[in-house]
């Protein structure tokens, strides 16, 4: 098996927008399983574009995205249901679903035509209740949860669909310091554990840095991709935000406000 | 786990409701008859006036069982509706389909008269009034899906909906102004509501579409759940959007349109009973939701119905203003008390 099979993840020359008007181009990455990658960039850049392209919410407008060995626009719903999973930025339309409730939608792709739950179903429920420490707030409606908690819902929702590739938009918005760590702390755990590959955009970039085994840095011109270290050394994080305002320390990695 | 299992009690107690609310339903009426003579004939037994057997088979049971189809029918597709659009207070009305059926029964009852001058029509009465009334919410309900096709936003369409209710009622007013007192007179009575006024071939046909709606609505149960998360989330777990919001409109399409068609506007039951439901029921789960949703409505419009009869008298209330009087509260009540109505 070559690389390239491996990858679970691999996109080539691709552009994203919205009909005619084109948000990025020139983005290629590609990675293996059980990897957390971030995507950082300045507002607008594109990062959530990228993310509803890759979760097929949206069409790509050139280049190619494979996900495995398949293209992903020659998934079927079904097929991508049970391949990638995902968190948005929206709340929940419902918020008198129950804890429990909510992931057990989670395991909808895999359940018969009523949505009756298997003992296999049960036991993925249980054990995404397990990870992210929901256990006690399991009867707890969605309106009664806080910010965090109600994160900490949504990524056990995505686990419990059990898809190799899990897409998230912004998960630590809203966050405390605390909160951001726990979430991010948890996806790298999930990754590396479960051996799913993560995908996320954020504005977190010194957490990233620490916690993300890849970057994808869109800046708008040769959007680089690889290790957070190897990215420090190229320089590649001081053109994320024009320099007149804040400034990228490579020491500690982090950004400072140039005075 | 919250699976139907877990609500076996509460669906007994509700079983159990509906059969007295039946009983109760069955046993009152304009005539006065004993109510160990109606257990009587509902056994099979022999009673003292020949008449009261003939009024409980041919006029009550009949009516008692449009009454089960109209108010489960009605809350069922006030269920569908909020779930579709994912706001407490969507129900039968809001896609314009009991506009569109009053359109249908407005054009017939009172432009008939008007272009013509003529109501020769009254003697095919009972069906002309359906057809018409169901041609008229099926338009409105063809070009909201057409609609559909080609907006996703759902709060877009909900809007439209209710536009097209705003439009529908215009031209029943401009109508109303010009049509006379007769024809008028028969649009109003129409527009109460009555559920004891269907032959027995007009409950079968409402029997089937009902049917037809439940069906389409317990093969929904899938996407509806997912639709509590919203349409990207129900997008990302394998639920065609378009197809299974197709179905679902198609569903409460027939259920408003067929029920308002034969049994008038009746308001507040697809509105109210989804709420009353979770009360009882709490959770979102629409395989219990959608049984106990059918039931509650039908519990509901029995006791509404013998209400309106004014027991022991021959006065018959219209039965949209016991439901109104009924139902408003309950939207007041779950507002105040509730802060907020969740759905």
Redesign the interface.
């Known amino acids: 098996m070559s690389q390239q099979e491996n990858h679970i993840i691999s996109v080539k020359e691709l552009s994203i927008g919205y009909g005619s008007k084109k948000v990025a181009e020139n983005i290629n990455f590609s990675m293996e399983s059980g990897i957390l990658c971030g995507i950082v960039g300045i507002n607008g850049i594109g990062k959530s574009t990228l993310l509803r392209t890759l979760g097929a919410f949206q069409p790509k407008l050139q280049g190619s995205i494979n996900m495995g060995h398949l293209a992903l626009e020659d998934h079927s719903a079904s097929e991508l249901s049970k391949k990638i999973s995902v968190v948005l930025t929206e709340q929940p339309a419902s918020k008198n679903l129950t804890v429990q409730e909510l992931i057990a939608l989670g395991r909808q792709p895999h359940t018969n035509w009523m949505g009756s739950l298997t003992h296999q179903d049960k036991r993925h429920i249980h054990e995404s209740l397990n990870t992210f420490m929901l256990d006690e707030l399991r009867q707890r409606k969605c309106h009664e949860l806080s910010d965090g908690q109600l994160q900490r819902v949504f990524i056990a929702r995505a686990m419990a669909q059990d898809t190799p590739i899990i897409l998230l938009d912004e998960p630590t918005t809203h966050l405390d310091l605390y909160h951001k760590v726990q979430i991010l702390r948890l996806l790298q755990q999930l990754a590396h554990q479960k051996q799913k590959t993560i995908v996320f955009t954020t504005h977190e970039i010194d957490l990233a840095i620490q916690l993300c085994d890849k970057i994808l840095i869109l800046d708008g011109v040769e959007n680089p991709f690889g290790d957070p270290c190897e990215l420090i050394d190229q320089k590649r994080f001081e053109k994320i935000f024009p320099s007149e305002m804040v400034k990228f320390d490579s020491k500690t990695g982090s950004f400072k406000i140039n005075r | ?3 139907p299992r877990s609500y076996r009690i509460a669906f007994v107690m509700i079983l159990i409701a509906l059969f007295f609310a039946w009983l109760l339903n069955v046993s009152s009426g304009s005539v006065s008859i004993p109510f160990f003579s109606t257990l009587a004939t509902l056994f099979g037994q022999n009673v003292e006036v020949d008449s009261w057997q003939y009024i409980i088979w041919n006029y009550r049971i009949p009516k008692a069982f449009t009454s089960i189809l109209v108010g489960g029918g009605l809350s069922l597709s006030g269920l569908l509706m909020q ?1 579709l659009f ?1 706001n407490p207070l969507a129900g039968p009305f809001v896609l314009g389909i009991s506009s569109g059926a009053s359109l249908g029964a407005a054009l017939l009852l009172m432009g008939t008269s008007l272009l013509t001058g003529v109501t020769s029509l009254a003697f095919f009465q009972d069906i002309s009034l359906a057809v018409a009334a169901s041609v008229g919410s099926f338009l409105v309900l063809m070009v909201v899906i057409g609609v559909a096709q080609r907006i996703k936003d759902t709060m877009a369409l909900l809007i439209i909906g209710l536009m097209f209710g705003s439009i529908t009622s215009a031209l029943v007013s401009i109508l109303a102004y010009f049509s006379n007192a007769e024809s008028l007179q028969r649009f109003i009575f129409w527009s109460f509501g009555s559920v004891g006024n269907l032959s027995t071939l007009q409950v079968y046909i409402l029997a089937g579409i009902v049917f037809l709606g439940i069906v389409l609505s317990v ?1 929904s ?2 996407p509806l ?9 129900a ?6 959007i378009r197809k299974s919001r197709f179905v679902i409109i198609i569903a409460t399409g027939l259920l408003a349109g067929g029920i308002t068609a034969f049994a008038g506007p009746i308001a507040f039951i697809g509105l109210a009973v989804p709420h009353l439901t ?1 009360q009882i029921f709490d ?3 629409h ?1 219990v939701l959608i049984p106990a949703v059918f039931l509650y409505g039908a519990i509901l419009m029995l006791l509404c119905d013998t209400l309106a009869q004014l027991p022991n008298s021959a006065q018959v209330l219209p039965i949209n203003v016991l439901t109104s009087l009924v139902g408003a509260p309950v939207v007041i009540w779950l507002l105040v008390r509730k802060r907020k109505m ?2």
Do not use: D, P
């Open positions: 786990m919250n699976s779930t994912r093969l149960i899938k759940n997912a639709y509590l998360l919203g349409e990207n989330y997008q990302s777990l394998g639920v065609s979770r959770t979102m789960e395989r969740i759905f």
